[in-house]
C-alpha cells in the first residue's frame, strides 16, 4: 500500500510552459519523498481569492530525481486553481499531500489501450511511459485541438513509436472508440482521462463490445461540459436561500460558502457523495460526472454538486438528505 506523507511542504524547482496553455511545475519536497505509481496525484493547496482550497493534479513522470512533477492547464473558465497555480514563480512555498494512488495502473494484462483527451494526458503519459519500459503490449490514443496543444508528444513518440496515435480534432480527426476498443485484445484493460464526452462515449463503446465493466478504469478532471460555464441561480427552498452560483465557483463551493451543511469527497464528479435532489429547473443541467448513468442524468433527479451547472437559469435543490 502506498504511504502517503501528510501535509507538507515543497519548493517550486521550476515551471515551463509544454504547450500555449499547459504549464509543468517541478516541486521539490522539504521532507520526505515517496514515489508515485503512475497515476498518483497531489492535493495541493491553493488561494482562490482569500479562500484557500486543494486541488488535485495528476502526478508526471516516474520522479527518479525525487521531484514531483504536476502539468496544469489555464482555463479561461477555472474556479480559480489554474490561475493561482500560473501565479506561481520558481522559489515559491507550495504545500500538498500525497503522493494519492486514485487511478491506478494494473499489472500482468494482456495488452492495454490508453486513451487521453487534453489536459487528461497527464496520468495517461505517466502510464504509457511505464508500459513501455516494462515492455508490455499497449497503445495510446491522444486527443487535441490543435497539434500545437500536444504536451509530451515527443517523449512519447520516441517511446512509443508506431504505438501512438495523435488525433486532432481542428483538421477533422475523431477518436474511433469502438474500433479501438474492437481490436483490444480479450482481458485487455482501457484507461481513459479526458473530458466527460469523451469517456461517456468511451464507457458506451465498451458496453457496447461486450467488455467487463471493470477493465475500464478512467478519471475524470471534471471540469468540461456540454455547454459553456455560466453563471446561475440555486435556490434551497428547505433553507430559504438563493445564491448566485459564479462561472469560476462550483455549485457545491457556493452552497458551502453560504453555511449549507454538505458532504463531499472526490469534488471530481465520481464518487456521488455531493449529490443532492433537483425539485425544479429553469434551463438545462449540464451534469459533468461520471457517477450517474445515462439515464439517470436524462432523468434530471439528482446532480453532483461539485461538477454540475445549469446551462443558464435556475436550479432549486433539496438538502433534505443532508440535513438528517
Ligand atoms: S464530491 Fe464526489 S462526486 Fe461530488
Redo the contacts with the bound molecule.
Sequence with gaps: MLQIIDRQTGVLRAARDLTPDIRLFEIEPAAGFVPPPPGSHLDVSVRIGERPDTRSYSIVGACGDRVYRIAVKRLPHSRGGSAYMWSLAAGARVSFTGPHDTFPLGTGRPEYLLVAGGIGITPIFTMAMALARTGARMRLVYAARRTCDFAFADELREALGERLSLVTSETGGRVDLAAEIATLAPGGELYVCGPIGMLEAAKRAWQANGRPPENLRFETFGSSGRFPTVPFTVKVPRLGLEIAVPENRSL?ESLEEAGVAMI????????????LPILQVEGTVDHR?V?FSDVEKASDAKL????SRVAGGSITIDTADRTG
Design positions: 457545491l463531499s469527497d472526490c469534488r471530481k464528479g465520481e464518487c456521488g457523495l455531493c449529490a460526472d457517477f453532483c454538486t461539485c461538477v
